[in-house]
């Protein structure tokens, strides 16, 4: 038994009326779907659909594929168990009831649900809603927050966002990692006020079509925060929230298996109450059904919950003081092995309850890559000590920042101190190489790689200021630097040019620093470094000009 609903009977549903956002909003909600289908369907130039209207529904990919795809879709669904579907209204009710009663007493008080809560113009709102979800992801909550309430303090509305230069957009954004969110966002917004005539797309499916950055999840949650559509969304949380209740052991990355979870989302999620119940999913999953150590005591959905219903078993199960096994349900598939149980491979863990629930695949260890880097200061500049730093492409790692000079080093390279001698004076002109030190290492973590910066630092003494810079670089203040948009790592490496300066405090142990002195074993890219630095390190005597050219 499934609850498979055939394509043309969801997509039927959908296109009744949604349930209006608020009594004084149907109208704009509905002339504001009005101009998004027509800027879809003049953006795509997509042939009409089944029922003669361009950018309709009916025009999405699912359909498209049309009656091709039914027989793989039979096949996946007999190979699911009921046991791990909601199979009766009345356990969806259940399930909505009791997620949303909690949400109403429980929930946190968050800036951009007090934002989108109280602002009653649209456009406004959804724009909110959008920054808080883009922020949100990969990123901590507490670590959102104050970022939120400076961007929305700084550009309250997409036309100011749309005004704004990257460079403004880069500076409000560092630290916040994943650089190219804020970029999209930007690119998103002028793409709103340019070419939408300033009104943000109101449905999932035109989010997701017409505005660049934005996926299914983000789509999805504007769609159902601001104007109230009934979609559903997944996210990590959902995802682990959604598992759990259904005891979904298998792979969530998997196709087969996000497919799923993204149809019990959308079978759950309350018409009435959309925005907030998605909310609500998401909450629960952040606060109570967490990845480590789940409060299930706490769980408004415990009774509900086939994990837990699968710790109790095998609790009882062990119990020697039983005679037979406890009468519980379990997964049964009607045909071969149910493909969202738990890998055969990987039997129950005893010592995970509930957290059995989903197992991911192993992650891919980031690719690890070294570089050297220079602090080069001008301690007696005109106003004051300056530092130089140099603007990252526009595209690709940090798009746009700006960083210290750097040259990214190869172990199978023979020249790594000319190379970035040459970068040093490409931006500054000729300096006084002997003076360069090594000063330490930081490493840090991007989402893909392991960046390892051997940290040096030049310092101009006695010399005559540089006033003039090439396109592409800009000296500094100590305090301008703190303020401009440089990366988390370039403030860690600045951290140990700061803790190597006479009068200055070492830098924090949680910045992943080693300094020469404190360093007990060094990296391959360090000794590569070594080899090429270690006399300007040891001596004040030039370079031949063999090596310095």
């Known amino acids: ?50 029922d003669g209207c361009a950018g309709t529904i009916l025009e999405c990919p699912e359909v498209s594929a049309g009656l091709a795809r039914q027989p793989e879709e039979v096949v996946l669904q007999a190979s699911i168990s009921p046991y791990h579907l909601f199979r009766a209204t009345d356990e969806v009710t259940a399930f909505r009831g009791k997620l949303l009663s909690w949400y109403d007493r429980e929930k946190r008080d968050l800036p951009w649900r007090r934002w989108a809560e109280n602002e009653v113009d649209l456009d406004r709102r959804a724009y909110a809603v959008w920054v808080s979800e883009v922020m949100l ?27 704004a230069s990257l460079e ?9 990692g994943y650089y190219s969110r804020g970029r999209r966002l930007q690119e998103g917004a002028r793409k709103v006020v340019e070419e939408l005539g300033g009104h943000m797309p109101c449905t999932a499916e035109t989010l997701q079509q017409l505005l660049p950055g934005v996926g299914r999840y983000t789509a999805g949650a504007i769609a159902s925060i601001a104007f109230g559509q009934a979609t559903g969304v997944v996210d990590g ?12 052991g298998a792979d969530p990355s998997n196709t087969v298996i996000s497919q799923q979870l993204w149809r019990l989302a959308q079978q759950l999620v309350d018409p009435a109450r959309p925005g907030d119940f998605n909310q609500a999913a998401m909450e629960l999953g952040a606060t109570v059904c967490t990845p480590q150590s789940p409060h299930c005591s706490q769980c408004p959905v415990q009774s509900l919950c086939r ?26 598939p009607t045909t071969g092995q149910c493909q969202l149980c738990l890998p055969t491979t990987e039997p129950w863990d005893r010592t995970l309850g509930v957290a059995n629930f989903p197992r991911k695949a192993s992650r891919r260890p980031p690719r690890e890559e070294c570089s050297a880097t220079c602090v080069l200061e001008q301690p007696r500049a005109l106003g004051g000590a300056r530092i130089l730093l140099v603007q990252r492409p526009k595209s690709g790692l940090l798009a746009g920042l700006w960083e210290f000079p750097s040259v990214t080093l190869e172990p199978s390279e023979k020249h790594q101190y000319k190379a970035l001698l040459q970068e040093l004076q490409s931006w500054a002109g ?15 973590i991007f989402s893909h790689i392991k960046l390892t910066y051997q940290v040096y630092g030049l310092t101009l003494e006695g010399q005559t ?3 003039t810079t090439p396109p592409g670089a800009r000296w500094l203040t100590r305090e301008e630097f703190h303020t401009a948009a440089v990366s988390t790592a370039m403030k860690k490496v600045f951290r140990v040019y700061e803790g190597q300066q006479p009068g200055t405090c070492k830098g924090s142990k949680r910045s992943q620093v080693s300094t020469p002195s404190s360093r007990k074993k060094t ?8 080899s090429f630095f270690q006399p300007l390190v040891s001596t004040d005597a030039p370079i031949p000009n063999s090596v310095a050219k």
């Open 1 to 50: 038994m499934t609850l498979r609903v055939s394509r043309l009977s969801r997509l039927w549903a959908m296109r009744k009326p949604r349930a209006a956002v608020g009594s004084g909003h149907r109208k704009q909600a509905a002339s504001q779907e009005g101009r998004e289908k027509r800027a879809l369907s003049s953006s795509q130039a997509k042939p009409s659909g089944p």
């Open 137 to 163: 992801q990969q990123t901590q909550v507490a670590t959102v927050i104050n970022y939120y309430t400076r961007w929305m303090q700084k550009w309250p509305t997409l036309q100011d966002l749309a005004s």
């Open 168 to 176: 403004e957009v880069n500076q409000l954004w560092a630290g916040l």
């Open 237 to 248: 949380n959902v995802v682990r929230v959604l598992c759990r209740v259904r005891a979904i």
């Open 307 to 332: 994990a837990h219903q699968r710790v109790e078993w095998e609790q009882l199960s062990a119990s020697r003081s039983l005679l037979g096994s406890p009468d519980v349900e379990e997964c049964a």
């Open 430 to 444: 000729p300096l006084p190489a002997a003076h360069l030190r090594r000063l330490g290492e930081v490493v840090h």
């Open 465 to 467: 200021p540089v006033t």
């Open 523 to 530: 990296s391959r890219g360090q000794q590569v470094l070594d």
